[in-house]
C-alpha cells in the first residue's frame, strides 16, 4: 500500500468505517445529501483525503466541503427543534442554502432557517440573511425601530445601505428591498 493511502477498512473516532460501503453509496448517489456529508466526513477523519475521495466517487473536494459543512449545519438545526417543514426541506436539498448559516450560531441558525423556508429563499438569499444577522447581532443593543427577527435584521442592512447612498433610484431599490424583507411594523 502506498504512503498516505488508507487500508481498506480504515478506523475512525467513532469505530470502524466500512469505506467501500460509503465510496459505493457516493459514488450511486444513494440516500441524500446529508448522508452524502456524513459518508465524506468519515472517510475524511478515516485518512481518506478529497482527492482520493472524489476519483472514486465523483464528489469534487469543494462539494465534499459543502456537504459536510451544510450536514453539520443540518444537525445543528435539528438539535435546534426547527419545525417540521424545516426538517422536510432540507432533507431533501438545500445543502447550498444550509453551508451559508455555518456563520451563524445555532439558534441564529435555527430562526434563519425558519426565515428562509417561509420566505422560499436560495442560496444567494440565505447568504445575505445570513451576513445580515452576524452583522445585527454583533450590536449591543437593537437599532431603533427593528426587532430580533431575522427579516428585521435583512431590512436593517438594506436601510443602512440606502441611507448611504447617493443616487436616488438605487435608494430607491434598496428601500424597496428592504421593505421584502421587514417583518414588524415600526421597521418597515
Same mark, same amino acid.
Given at each position: 500500500? &502506498? &504512503?498516505?493511502? *488508507?487500508? @481498506?477498512?480504515?478506523?475512525?473516532?467513532?469505530?470502524?468505517?466500512?469505506?467501500?460501503?460509503?465510496?459505493?453509496?457516493?459514488? @450511486?448517489?444513494? $440516500?441524500?445529501?446529508?448522508?452524502?456529508?456524513?459518508?465524506?466526513? /468519515?472517510?475524511?477523519?478515516?485518512?481518506?483525503? *478529497?482527492?482520493?475521495? +472524489?476519483?472514486?466517487?465523483?464528489?469534487? *473536494?469543494?462539494?465534499?466541503?459543502?456537504? =459536510?459543512? !451544510?450536514?453539520?449545519?443540518?444537525?445543528?438545526?435539528?438539535?435546534?427543534?426547527?419545525?417540521?417543514?424545516? #426538517?422536510? #426541506?432540507?432533507? #431533501?436539498?438545500? $445543502?447550498?442554502?444550509?453551508?451559508?448559516?455555518?456563520?451563524?450560531? /445555532? &439558534?441564529?441558525?435555527? !430562526?434563519?432557517?425558519? +426565515?428562509?423556508?417561509?420566505?422560499?429563499?436560495?442560496?444567494?438569499?440565505?447568504?445575505?440573511?445570513?451576513?445580515?444577522?452576524?452583522? +445585527?447581532?454583533?450590536?449591543?443593543?437593537? *437599532?431603533?425601530? +427593528?426587532?430580533?427577527?431575522?427579516?428585521?435584521?435583512?431590512?436593517?442592512?438594506?436601510?443602512?445601505? !440606502?441611507? /448611504?447612498?447617493?443616487?436616488?433610484?438605487? #435608494?430607491?431599490?434598496? =428601500?424597496?428591498?428592504?421593505?421584502?424583507?421587514?417583518?414588524? /411594523?415600526?421597521?418597515?
Amino acid at each position: 500500500i &502506498p &504512503p498516505g493511502t *488508507p487500508d @481498506r477498512h480504515p478506523q475512525s473516532e467513532s469505530g470502524s468505517v466500512d469505506a467501500e460501503d460509503l465510496l459505493q453509496m457516493l459514488r @450511486r448517489k444513494e $440516500s441524500n445529501w446529508v448522508k452524502w456529508g456524513q459518508a465524506c466526513q /468519515q472517510l475524511q477523519k478515516a485518512g481518506y483525503n *478529497p482527492q482520493t475521495i +472524489f476519483e472514486a466517487t465523483g464528489f469534487e *473536494p469543494i462539494q465534499q466541503n459543502q456537504v =459536510i459543512v !451544510a450536514s453539520q449545519v443540518y444537525t445543528t438545526l435539528l438539535n435546534a427543534g426547527v419545525s417540521e417543514a424545516v #426538517r422536510s #426541506r432540507f432533507e #431533501r436539498t438545500g $445543502s447550498d442554502i444550509l453551508y451559508e448559516l455555518r456563520i451563524l450560531t /445555532q &439558534p441564529e441558525r435555527a !430562526a434563519a432557517a425558519e +426565515f428562509i423556508v417561509v420566505r422560499n429563499l436560495d442560496s444567494e438569499g440565505a447568504r445575505e440573511v445570513a451576513k445580515a444577522l452576524k452583522e +445585527f447581532y454583533r450590536r449591543s443593543t437593537l *437599532p431603533q425601530g +427593528f426587532s430580533k427577527h431575522p427579516g428585521d435584521a435583512v431590512a436593517y442592512e438594506y436601510w443602512k445601505l !440606502a441611507r /448611504q447612498q447617493k443616487e436616488l433610484q438605487e #435608494r430607491s431599490r434598496l =428601500i424597496a428591498r428592504g421593505l421584502m424583507f421587514a417583518h414588524s /411594523q415600526e421597521a418597515r
